[in-house]
């Protein structure tokens, strides 16, 4: 499932298309859309990669030490709440450690309690 890039040879902006299927061929009939110009060329495309747990937390930092983006990554907290509660000896809850997991998968809002919130 391919996201292509286009510039805008008129405002400037970079659009996103998101194509559900490879197409055969790149395809050339895109307009920009912000301005709707059809003057638009193909943009290199920013490259995204999965890390490993262990990536994230040598990028994260020491929890005990960290740094000023350290709280920004949501698993962070779990990784300081999960050491915090094994050098107190105490086992984690069952439910505590399924919001950590949800946290890390970037799903937060089913963490939230929204009731009352509208």
């Not at 747990?53 to 990554?73: F, K, L, Q, S, V």
Request: hydrophobic share 30%.
């Amino acid at each position: 499932m391919p996201i292509y890039e286009y510039g805008c040879n008129e405002c400037g902006r970079v659009s996103s298309v998101f194509f559900k299927v490879i197409p055969a061929e790149t395809p050339t009939d895109q307009s920009c859309a912000h301005c709707g110009s059809a003057k638009v060329e193909r943009a290199p495309s920013r490259v995204a990669y999965v890390r490993s747990t262990e990536m994230r937390h040598e990028a994260g930092g020491d929890p005990d030490a960290p740094g000023y983006d350290y709280w920004r990554d949501p698993s962070n907290i779990g990784r300081w709440a999960e050491k915090r509660l094994e050098e107190a000896g105490v086992d984690m809850p069952e439910s505590v450690k399924e919001m950590i997991g949800q946290a890390r998968e970037g799903e937060v809002d089913k963490i939230l309690d929204k009731r009352g919130l509208d």
